[in-house]
T-cell receptor, first 110, second 117 residues
Framework: LAKTTQPISMDSYEGQEVNITCSHNNIATNDYITWYQQFPSQGPRFIIQGYKTKVTNEVASLFIPADRKSSTLSLPRVSLSDTAVYYCLVPFGGYNKLIFGAGTRLAVHP | EAEVAQSPRYKITEKSQAVAFWCDPISGHATLYWYRQILGQGPELLVQFQDESVVDDSQLPKDRFSAERLKGVDSTLKIQPAELGDSAMYLC???????????????FGEGSRLTVL
């Protein structure tokens, strides 16, 4: 049922920049794109949200092209503590229904 | 910082027993979600409330699961009878979202881990 598609897993090394791309071909005009991070045995945590172009906060950047059919989460200079599952979500239908896919498992190596 | 409260944090029960989970969302949040997460998978939406009304329960196994949010504040998710396959993390989330207002960020609780023996 997920409206988004993202890689199942990625590997990186400490200090590198990591880019995770999500496809959301059927995004509606007014939908925001939101990314969450989840560590084992914890609930997902909001990372960043955007509607178009570029959004940056203290932990990540989100790039959204003009057609909005994809988005890229960029994590600068990752550390071991960034090892987690990352989910890309867009609302599904009305009432802000949010369905999680399998997410992207990011493993950061020393 | 306001948080979503969930209890119990851990629950071990035997097959065919009843179990209940409680969630207290962030004050003022109109939308409340219950998700189930099996180890290694993404969270699965079970039920979504807008105030006290259910707006989506299409994935809720209604023969054994029930959920309520009587006054539009806290919520209870019940399983009766529990089955082995119900072993999972049950996550509650809330959002400020209302139609035409808010961008829908979800705030999750720490979850309730259920083990059915």
């Amino acid at each position: 049922l997920a409206k988004t598609t993202q890689p199942i897993s990625m590997d990186s090394y400490e200090g590198q920049e990591v880019n995770i791309t999500c496809s959301h071909n059927n995004i509606a005009t007014n939908d925001y794109i939101t990314w969450y991070q989840q560590f084992p045995s914890q609930g997902p945590r909001f990372i960043i949200q955007g509607y178009k172009t570029k959004v940056t906060n203290e932990v990540a950047s989100l790039f959204i092209p003009a057609d909005r059919k994809s988005s890229t989460l960029s994590l600068p200079r990752v550390s071991l503590s960034d090892t987690a599952v990352y989910y890309c979500l867009v609302p599904f239908g009305g009432y802000n229904k949010l369905i999680f896919g399998a997410g992207t498992r990011l493993a950061v190596h020393p | 910082e306001a948080e979503v409260a969930q209890s119990p944090r851990y629950k071990i029960t035997e097959k065919s027993q009843a179990v209940a989970f409680w969630c207290d969302p962030i004050s003022g949040h109109a939308t409340l979600y219950w998700y189930r997460q099996i180890l290694g998978q993404g969270p699965e939406l079970l039920v979504q409330f807008q105030d006290e009304s259910v707006v989506d329960d299409s994935q809720l196994p209604k023969d054994r699961f029930s959920a309520e949010r009587l006054k539009g504040v806290d919520s209870t998710l019940k399983i009766q009878p529990a089955e082995l396959g119900d072993s999972a993390m049950y996550l509650c989330a809330s959002s400020f979202w209302r139609e035409g207002r808010g961008t829908g960020e979800l705030f999750f609780g720490e979850g309730s881990r259920l083990t059915v023996l």
